[in-house]
């Protein structure tokens, strides 16, 4: 699969007499991925499409596809599309996930973050460990 042409991202103080650092989008998807996968509740990045009404939970090498940037004004707007486990509190979790987002992406990169726009694609019955009894 080619990827199309990605414009790079300019963080503030991004040129200086020494030459100018970019930002491809492919490395705000990472950090918003790592981010995102590491909060209580989130059991995965979910495709941004649903098949037959189901959320399509994405695997590794693929979970960029879940996050969407976009620039406003020099600003980002992170859309993230989610699975969590069923159970518990949706609102909770997705406040999490835009402050661990937001907070990422400003630390690492400097670039300030408008919006995260947390997209829950499915509620999901999460891992359950069964002891067996003799």
Same mark, same amino acid.
């Given at each position: 699969?080619?990827?199309?042409?990605?414009?790079?991202?300019?963080?503030?103080?991004?040129?200086?007499?020494?030459?100018?650092?970019?930002?491809?989008?492919?490395?705000?998807?990472?950090?918003?991925?790592?981010?995102?996968?590491?909060?209580?509740?989130?059991?995965?990045?979910?495709?941004?499409?649903?098949?037959?009404?189901?959320?399509?939970?994405? +695997?590794?090498? !693929?979970? @960029?596809?879940? *996050?969407?940037?976009?620039?406003?004004?020099?600003?980002?707007?992170? #859309?993230?599309?989610?699975?969590?486990?069923?159970?518990?509190?949706?609102?909770?979790?997705?406040?999490?996930?835009?402050?661990?987002?937001?907070?990422?992406?400003?630390?690492?990169?400097?670039? +300030?973050?408008? !919006?995260? @726009?947390?997209? *829950?694609?499915?509620?999901?019955?999460?891992?359950?460990?069964?002891? #067996?009894?003799?």
């Amino acid at each position: 699969m080619r990827m199309p042409k990605a414009s790079s991202i300019q963080p503030q103080h991004g040129s200086s007499p020494l030459g100018k650092i970019e930002v491809l989008p492919n490395a705000i998807h990472t950090i918003a991925v790592q981010a995102t996968s590491a909060c209580y509740g989130v059991l995965g990045i979910a495709a941004p499409r649903l098949r037959n009404g189901q959320a399509i939970l994405l +695997p590794t090498d !693929q979970m @960029n596809q879940g *996050v969407r940037v976009h620039v406003v004004n020099s600003q980002l707007v992170i #859309e993230i599309y989610v699975a969590l486990e069923y159970g518990l509190r949706i609102s909770e979790i997705a406040h999490n996930i835009m402050s661990s987002v937001k907070f990422s992406i400003e630390k690492m990169l400097g670039i +300030p973050v408008l !919006q995260v @726009n947390v997209n *829950v694609q499915g509620l999901l019955h999460g891992p359950t460990f069964y002891s #067996e009894k003799d």
